[in-house]
């Protein structure tokens, strides 16, 4: 079946504008996740639903980044006004459950000019 | 954050040798621990887990080792083959149940 999908799979964009990253978790799966992994690095956590419920949001780094899934199911992180160091890699991984495996999309490279 | 870091950031070996990828991490409760493998432009792949009432757990031509004591996973390779070269990481979970933590990566290279 399908796996997690995210778009744009690329963005670059200038310093100081907004994004919108989409996630298509894999269906039926409850728990999505999604991490930023900045270059040579590990993925770092920055949010969690269970369905449309944001249970953990302790990993965004400040308030310019916002998640949402309104339907519990796609997911949209925003990233507002931009800044440089917000250049990363953005995973989105969904579970059918807390805790079990998690699917791995295949990322949106961000790039901020 | 949680501190989950491996020894080697870079492991070359030849094809058909077997490899050894380790692991440390910082907190002894982290319950539950994962090898994911990436692959240049792809996001991680599950690989292997382990529960923390276990210290050995087998899968295809793939071994994860745990060291409750000195706080230590390794992920042993069996005939390393050229499509297992990629950047492999460990994560744990610990406490909040959803959240897991990444070591920064080993890059496994395989010489033909």
């Known amino acids: 079946g399908a796996g997690v999908s995210q778009s744009p799979r690329y963005k670059v964009a200038k310093r100081g504008q907004d994004v919108a990253l989409r996630c298509d978790p894999i269906?039926?799966?409850?728990?999505l996740f999604w991490y930023q992994q900045a270059l040579g690095q590990g993925p770092e956590f920055l949010t969690y639903?269970?369905?449309?419920?944001?249970?953990?949001k302790s990993g965004l780094p400040s308030d310019r980044f916002f998640a949402e899934r309104p339907e519990g199911s796609v997911s949209t992180l925003k990233i507002q006004r931009t800044q440089q160091e917000d250049s990363a890699v953005y995973l989105c991984?969904?579970?059918?459950?807390?805790?079990?495996?998690?699917?791995f999309g295949p990322g949106t490279r961000l790039t901020v000019t | 954050g949680e501190s989950v870091g491996l020894h080697l950031p870079t492991l070359s070996v030849q094809e058909g040798d077997n490899s050894i990828i380790n692991c440390a991490y910082s907190?002894?409760?982290?319950?539950?621990f994962i090898w994911y493998k990436q692959e240049s432009g792809k996001g991680p792949q599950f690989i292997i887990d382990?529960?923390?009432?276990?210290d050995k757990r087998q899968g295809q031509r793939v071994t994860v080792l745990l060291n409750k004591t000195v706080k230590h996973l390794s992920l042993q390779i069996a005939a390393t083959q050229p499509g297992d070269s990629a950047v492999y990481f460990c994560?744990?979970?610990?406490?909040?149940?959803?959240?897991?933590?990444f070591g920064s990566g080993t890059k496994l290279n395989v010489k033909p």
């Open positions: 639903f269970q369905n449309e419920a944001q249970l953990d």
């Open positions: 907190n002894s409760a982290s319950d539950y």
């Open positions: 269906s039926g799966h409850v728990s």
């Open positions: 991984a969904s579970s059918t459950d807390r805790g079990s495996e998690q699917y």
């Open positions: 994560a744990e979970r610990s406490g909040n149940f959803n959240k897991f933590y």
């Open positions: 382990i529960r923390s009432n276990m």
